[in-house]
């Protein structure tokens, strides 16, 4: 007999709420096989709604009301004073309590950073976890991180984010040795801020003992130059943004142009199967793993449709069953070397 695995998610999470995440574990559900069940923590009269319209649904969802809920616009220390009894706070705490092997949300990233961070703790040494993102390339996949859950990094923790980079990288799509590189304005030693050099020194000198390549440009993330980018979470949004937006500007206008003839129509019929791979291709990452944690958390989009919700819960679900949180761990242990001048150093220029 099958055992049963669990994932916890923050049903109140999102601009939708349960009226996305619900159908979101529908769709779930039918990808990860009838062994896998959840629990909805949010408003139970609102949950109870989306469920009843979900047959297939029936005895895998485990309801947990609380009406608190945290707001898409709570600063962070609000969120950890006035977040526990939260649906986001009890998400994660379930992972915690052993109840659930990851934890998804949908909310206020900032709030499901630090919630993370103070009811599950980090790995080692590390002081704060980092936002990532699988960025689609002509290679397969290029690892970036932070993007978006630290908007100032000294050089200490760009260094831990490629620490946890690497080792995601090998852990979630299977490359021995991942070759890291740090996203800067020129490839010259002498190009960028303090900060981004000095990490640049660090890694060189290879006291992390990773892959280093050096500095990347951006136009490197798409042509897949490195496995591993990193770079500190107020770049690494606007570039996973600015990359959203010409994605869908690439989307419309091709559409456009498809619809705007007879013959192009046609064209477009005969080609739906590429047509149709080129737009998978092009879409943005779905999840956004909160790295350096005792376990697994996943960020969904904001704006999450069901389809996103559901690709998140896959990733939660794919890294809990796997062995991703002892191979974080293990791969910070071999680097101890690297990790104790850093958390030094982060504790002098720390926020």
């Given at each position: 007999m099958s055992q049963v695995f669990i994932i916890s998610i923050d049903a109140m999470g999102g601009d939708h709420g349960p009226g996305v995440t619900i159908p979101a574990l529908?769709?779930?559900?039918?990808?990860?096989?009838p062994d896998v069940r959840f629990l909805a923590h949010g408003e139970a009269a609102l949950i109870?709604?989306?469920?009843?319209?979900?047959?297939?649904?029936?005895?895998?969802?485990?309801?947990?009301?609380?009406?608190?809920?945290?707001?898409?616009?709570?600063?962070?220390?609000?969120?950890?004073?006035?977040?526990?009894?939260?649906?986001?706070?009890?998400a994660v705490e379930a992972v915690k309590l052993g109840e659930a092997g990851?934890?998804?949300?949908?909310?206020?990233?900032?709030?499901?950073?630090?919630?993370?961070?103070?009811?599950?703790?980090?790995?080692?040494d590390l002081d704060r976890p980092c936002l990532t993102a699988s960025w689609p390339t002509v290679r397969g996949f290029t690892t970036v991180l932070d993007v978006g859950a630290n908007v100032d990094c000294d050089a200490a923790r760009l260094v831990e984010f490629a620490i946890l980079g690497e080792a995601f990288h090998r852990a979630?799509?299977?490359?021995?040795?991942?070759?890291?590189?740090?996203?800067?304005?020129?490839?010259?030693?002498?190009?960028?801020h303090e900060e981004v050099r000095e990490a640049h020194r660090?890694?060189?000198?290879?006291?992390?003992?990773?892959?280093y390549f050096g500095f990347v440009e951006g136009d490197d993330l798409t042509r897949g130059v490195v496995d591993v980018v990193v770079t500190d979470g107020f770049t690494g949004n606007v570039a996973l943004k600015t990359a959203e937006g010409v994605a869908k500007f690439i989307s419309g206008e091709l559409r456009t142009a498809l619809m705007s003839s007879m013959p192009s129509?046609?064209?477009?019929?005969?080609?739906?199967?590429?047509?149709?791979?080129?737009?998978?291709?092009?879409?943005?990452?779905?999840?956004?793993?909160?790295l350096g944690l005792n376990g697994v958390v996943v960020k969904g989009h904001g704006g999450a449709t069901v389809r996103d919700f559901a690709d998140a819960i896959q990733v939660a679900a794919d890294l809990a069953r796997s062995d991703f949180a002892a191979e974080i761990t293990r791969s910070l242990e071999r680097l101890g070397l690297a990790a104790q001048p850093m958390t030094a150093e982060a504790g002098q220029g720390g926020e």
């Open positions: 529908a769709l779930a559900a039918r990808r990860l096989g109870e709604a989306e469920l009843a319209k979900l047959p297939d649904l029936a005895g895998r969802v485990e309801v947990r009301h609380t009406d608190k809920q945290v707001a898409s616009d709570e600063k962070p220390a609000t969120a950890l004073r006035r977040g526990k009894g939260s649906s986001m706070w009890n990851g934890a998804v949300s949908a909310g206020n990233t900032g709030a499901l950073m630090a919630i993370s961070k103070l009811v599950l703790r980090m790995s080692a979630a799509h299977g490359v021995e040795r991942p070759t890291v590189g740090l996203l800067n304005v020129g490839s010259e030693d002498i190009k960028g660090i890694l060189r000198e290879g006291a992390a003992g990773l892959n129509k046609l064209g477009a019929l005969l080609a739906r199967k590429a047509l149709l791979a080129f737009r998978e291709k092009l879409s943005p990452p779905a999840a956004a793993p909160l």
